[in-house]
């Protein structure tokens, strides 16, 4: 590689080389170094040859990441510069929509068998394994934030209509800090806190867009 060609420039020049020989062997080196990462931006920059378009994207539509050749579902809507997360597994990616092409699920098209494959398995299952409730007593802000961003795009996808987060009244600062949460998260529709027996202000109840 570049690397190896240059230490054996320097070697072949041996110990009596001049201070210019081995500075011209570097700017050498520099060279080949800048036309590679060129190279690499340019091909990281192409477009997916899809040319896929916000709106034919929704949570949980199965896609590619072009540059990673990673496949997962789509986890938010793309912003106004088409930044949008990615669940790949247990991992969740920020990528550009310019960066994905569209997965077609094997009989997807066929309406009885849609709930049974690609996303709507992904739904189905979550569904039945995601609580509406998440108890983030005990937590510190940061940890607690975490959790939440996780279990709010796990219960959207299982499409659940509303959830219950037990934050507690202590200082206020957790309650606070999720509210102001929920505030940038696109697909809740609102939330407040709770009403007697709903766990007062210790609560918070959220509704998600349909």
Do not use: W
Request: aromatic letters at 4%; proline letters at 3%.
């Amino acid at each position: 590689n570049t690397a190896d060609e240059t230490i054996r420039a320097f070697q072949k020049a041996g110990p009596g080389a001049s201070m210019k020989e081995l500075e011209k062997a570097r700017e050498n080196l520099r060279g080949k170094i800048s036309d590679k990462n060129e190279k690499l931006a340019v091909k990281n920059q192409q477009p997916a040859p899809s040319g896929v378009k916000a709106s034919q994207l929704k949570p949980g539509e199965s896609v590619r990441i072009v540059s990673m050749g990673l496949k997962g579902t789509v986890s938010t809507m793309p912003d106004s510069k088409g930044n949008l997360f990615v669940q790949c597994g247990i991992i969740r990616t920020q990528t550009n929509i310019r960066d994905l092409v569209l997965i077609q699920e094997k009989d997807s098209s066929s309406p009885a068998k849609a709930g049974r494959t690609g996303s709507g398995k992904i739904r189905m299952s979550k569904s039945l394994s995601i609580s509406a409730e998440i108890n983030l007593l005990g937590k510190t802000v940061d940890e607690a934030m975490s959790m939440l961003d996780k279990y709010l795009d796990d219960a959207y996808l299982a499409h659940l209509s509303t959830v219950r987060i037990v934050h507690g009244k202590g200082t206020g600062a957790l309650r606070n800090a999720v509210q102001n949460h929920l505030r940038k998260v696109k697909y809740v529709k609102s939330y407040r806190l709770g009403e007697y027996g709903e766990g007062d202000a210790g609560v918070t109840i959220v509704e998600f867009k349909s």
